[in-house]
């Protein structure tokens, strides 16, 4: 009886490699080399800017010279010393949850609606309806929304023609404004995160629930939300991490006086050029979206298992 022995990894066959464990080690060699330009340009790409950005927050600012000078905690200093910074970090988390819940409830039903169409030439066309928006830059699309709130825009004309207002309704250049313009960009990344997941669900779960007695209604919140989790989370993800680093929208649409964080940071680097206070802004803003993320992934892993 030839002896054969099963250690960890592979087999060994008479002392020798079995060749089941080579084709495994040749497999993941592949592997290693075909993730190796991607992990470098991730490497290149974010770790060595976010150090260099790290040692410019704490560097000392000297508006006659560029160079990185000395070793303080100023900048944090002022940032969290000064309200007006504060109230700027609070503006960017309100307009972020609010975009991402307005998204959720916009997004949820329309997703389910998409996910549900048996009709492939339909789905598809929905689905293309849906991402049109995404192939346009984001100052177009703040255009055209500028030129539907504007005094003198679509909207208040149609309200005048109505009768509905006396005057125009100031619009454009508010929060609310970019509120409206940040949704219509967030809004399909929640449709196609959800749509996917709903379908791949199916109507089982449900037809079963029916059959046990539970209303249409029921049976979707009692059992395909809850299947339908990780979908939610990826989405409510995507709109809130891209609603806290909104730079185009804000500023077209919000105009100079509605201050958010990612313009703030632009403005300190391009115009005012303090580069270490400007590191430290986004440093903040990166600090704060990466703890509500990963304690919102944990808070969502507990009640609903892993995502």
Known sequence: MSALATTGEGSLTGGRPAPGGTDRRRRRSTAGWLLFPSLTLVLAGLILPLALMARTSVAHFDAASPDLVGFTLENYARFFGEPFYLMILARTLLVALSCTAICLVLGVPAAFVISRVESRTLKT??????????????????????????????????????????????????????????????????????????????????????????????????????????????????????????????????????????????????????????????????????????????????????L
């Open 125 to 306: 066309a929905l689905i293309l309806a849906t991402i049109i928006p995404l192939l346009m830059g984001n100052a177009v699309r703040a255009a055209g929304w500028m030129v539907l709130l504007a005094d003198k825009g679509l909207i208040n004309s149609a309200l005048l023609s109505a009768g509905l207002i006396a005057e125009p309704v100031r619009i454009l250049y508010t929060g609310s404004a970019v509120v409206i313009g940040l949704i219509a960009v967030l809004l399909p990344f929640m449709v196609i995160s959800l749509e996917s997941v709903f379908e791949n669900i199916g109507t089982a779960y449900e037809e079963a629930a029916q059959t046990m007695g539970a209303p249409p209604w029921t049976a979707f919140f009692r059992v395909t939300l809850p299947l339908a989790m990780p979908g939610v989370f990826s989405g409510c993800l995507l709109c809130f991490v891209l609603a806290m680093n909104a730079y185009a929208t804000p500023v077209l649409i919000g105009g100079p006086s509605f201050q958010m964080m990612a313009p703030k940071v632009f403005e300190q680097a391009i115009k005012v050029y303090n580069w270490p206070f400007a590191a430290t802004i986004a440093l903040v803003l990166m600090a704060v979206t990466l703890v509500l993320s990963v304690a919102s992934s944990l808070a969502l892993q507990k009640r609903y298992g892993v």
